[in-house]
């Protein structure tokens, strides 16, 4: 649905700038040839008064005329991106063709060519294509020193620099159209980011509350019953576990909807791991995963939120076992890099994420497991965002995936955007 309203967008805008082009350019060209087989040689001692017979004379202009209806055709069957393209080829091909009859094996010296050939070079950044741009100056260029060697004149020089001068000019313009149209779309797929979150934030305080109550009364009795029956129910401990599952995806809602209030304190990241893997070791072993620390010996205590970033172990460990359902190893490697920053990699042996999925994993909702929520990874990156690091995933399908986390060891105040800092001295 996006792809096909992106689609009319492009044809639409390109339907546009091309009309605007097409007047344009037949405008320009048939003005300049009035202006020169006719205005100026009656009024000045300018102009050609024979240009409109020589070469292919009058059939330049139904040759034209014919490109001029096919463009038109093209349009109105919805293929607008070839149109530019059509006519500068077929009026490329044409212009030579008729120089060739009128210069070839005459001692009359070379001038021709028309304005619309700087159109074509000043009007190319319209279409934002650079495609299209390099086939501009390309042609042009090469058009005129095919000339050249076909008339064996120098005169072609000129018009070679001219192009060559205006097409730097006009690809320092295309440039910077690029930069600020690639500026817009970061702007509004950040818009659209927070309208998302803030959507989600809206919908996680009004319900989030209400869940959780009865989702704790629902787990206080079957856990009695279980105790009171032990063994005449085998669903009791499967019961738990769901509902221990909707809270956690309730947790990762409320996470979205309060406000973003860090209590960072001094905290050794081996302990923060050690616990994590305690805790997804059963799951881990249910699966037939191993899990493998790699933890330089000695690592500084950092300034976290413990609390949180053992969230994100969890939900990190908990994917690279989930993706290796036929058995496999997680290796959790820590290690500090100079005095500021740690980096802790996460690397599972799972079936991967094709790369075009890997850009969308920390948006909300967006998961590439069957039943996952699309919340565990948006959660977890904005943990590591409001710690002040960066998130880093790289994967390849059958072969296994690698999360990669920077923290920095100390938080400085004036890089909390958005955070309020509570930092206690003990841990």
């Known amino acids: 649905m996006k792809e096909g309203s992106n689609r009319l967008a492009l044809v639409f805008e390109e339907k546009k700038a091309i009309k605007l082009f097409l007047w344009l350019f037949y405008i320009f060209y048939i003005s300049y040839d009035l202006l020169w087989g006719y205005l100026l040689p009656k009024y000045t001692n300018y102009g050609d008064p024979h240009s409109f017979t020589e ?42 063709i008729n120089n060739i009859f009128i210069y070839y094996g005459t001692t009359k ?13 000043v009007f190319s950044p319209i279409f934002v294509n650079r495609h299209y741009f390099w086939s501009v100056a390309l042609t042009m260029i090469g058009k005129y020193f095919f000339i050249g060697v076909v008339l064996q004149t120098a005169i072609v020089l000129k018009p070679i620099v001219i192009v060559l001068a205006l097409s730097a000019i006009v690809y320092l313009l295309l440039t910077r159209f690029y930069s600020y149209i690639y500026s817009l779309t970061n ?11 803030a959507l989600i934030g809206q919908m996680a305080a009004a319900v989030g509350h209400e869940i959780r109550n009865p989702l704790a009364s629902l787990k206080g009795f079957i856990q009695l019953q279980h105790e009171k029956y032990p063994n005449m129910n085998e669903y009791y401990p499967i019961m738990v576990e769901e509902i221990d599952r909707i809270d956690s995806i309730v947790s990762d809602l409320m996470y979205i909807g309060k406000p973003k209030e860090i209590h ?39 300034d976290c939120d413990e609390n949180r970033l053992k969230q994100v172990f969890i939900n990190l460990i908990k994917n690279a076992i989930e993706s290796m359902p036929d058995g496999g190893k997680v290796t959790i490697h820590a290690q500090s ?14 079936c991967g994420i094709a790369e075009e999925n890997i850009r969308n994993l920390c948006e909300p909702f967006y998961s590439t497991k069957k039943e ?56």
Not at 337 to 350: A, F, N, Q, R, V
């Open 55 to 96: 070469g292919l004379g009058y059939w330049v202009y139904v040759f034209m005329a014919i490109v001029l209806l096919l463009s038109s055709f093209f349009i109105k069957k919805g293929n607008p991106f070839i149109v530019k393209y059509f006519i500068l080829f077929t009026y490329t091909i044409i212009d030579v």
């Open 372 to 427: 996952g929520t699309g919340l565990g990874l948006m959660v977890t990156n904005q943990i590591i965002t409001d710690h002040n690091g960066m998130l880093d995933i790289q994967s390849t399908v059958g072969e296994g995936t690698k999360v990669w986390m920077t923290l920095p060891i100390v938080q400085k105040k004036e890089k909390m955007n958005g955070v309020k800092f509570v930092h206690n001295s003990t841990n």
């Open 337 to 350: 890099i100079g005095k500021s920053t740690l980096c802790i990699l996460i690397e599972d042996e799972g």
């Open 264 to 302: 960072f304190a001094k905290a050794n990241i081996s302990d923060i791991i050690a616990y994590t893997v305690s805790i997804t070791n059963q799951q881990a072993a249910n699966h037939g995963v191993t899990i493998e620390t790699v933890i330089e010996e000695v690592l500084p205590p950092i």
């Open 187 to 197: 702007v509004y797929e950040e818009l659209r980011r927070k309208e998302k979150l």
């Open 109 to 121: 010296e070379f001038a021709s060519g028309n304005l619309v050939e700087l159109l074509f070079i």
